[in-house]
């Protein structure tokens, strides 16, 4: 209270002047809302991802990790993205994977706040697809994705779910 009478500069009983006991308070309540402001932020964000010039968050770098399908007759496989930039500053992946439908497939990645989204197709016309968000270290994505077979036959329409962690 007496800080308050202090920046008042008057005795807040008095009848002179409410007007500007009304703007002191005001005063008053913003500098403890900014300093409040300040102290809740989070003690994390220096180790959180810094964004690209483009204000995206940088996913470039070794990604892997294991999709298990929804289908109990479909078997796990295991996938490794090298993520990069080209030269027109958008995110493209180079993947391996131990899948039996698919092999090497060149994604273009899509960064949009912490949702990532992969999609590519390899050599025989099979189509892969992942959504996934990132954690807070952006060091995980946690995925589902949807694999869609060529026109051949050799791959149905699979989903699931998995992770991608980076290395």
């Keep these: 209270m007496n800080l308050l009478r202090c920046l008042l500069g008057r005795n807040m009983t008095s009848k002179v002047g409410p007007f500007h ?3 002191g308070i005001f005063l008053l309540f913003t500098l403890i809302s900014a300093g409040s402001l300040y102290a809740s932020s989070p003690a994390d964000a220096k180790s959180a991802q810094a964004p690209t010039a483009a204000g995206q968050i940088d996913v470039t770098g070794t990604w892997s990790g294991t999709f298990f399908p ?3 007759n479909v078997a796990p496989f295991s996938m490794t993205v090298v993520i990069s930039q080209d030269a027109g500053g958008n995110f493209i ?3 391996s994977l131990d899948s039996n439908c698919l092999k090497a497939v060149q994604l273009k990645v899509t960064v949009s706040g912490a949702k990532v989204e992969l999609a590519g197709s390899d050599e025989e016309g099979h189509n892969i697809t992942l959504h996934g968000t990132l954690d807070k ?3 995980q994505l946690k995925s589902t994705y949807i694999l869609n077979g060529s026109a051949t036959g050799n791959c149905e329409t699979d989903g699931g779910s998995g992770n991608l962690v980076k290395r």
């Design 21 to 23: 006991n009304l703007v």
């Design 70 to 72: 929804k289908h109990a």
């Design 93 to 95: 992946g180079d993947s």
């Design 137 to 139: 270290t952006g060091t």
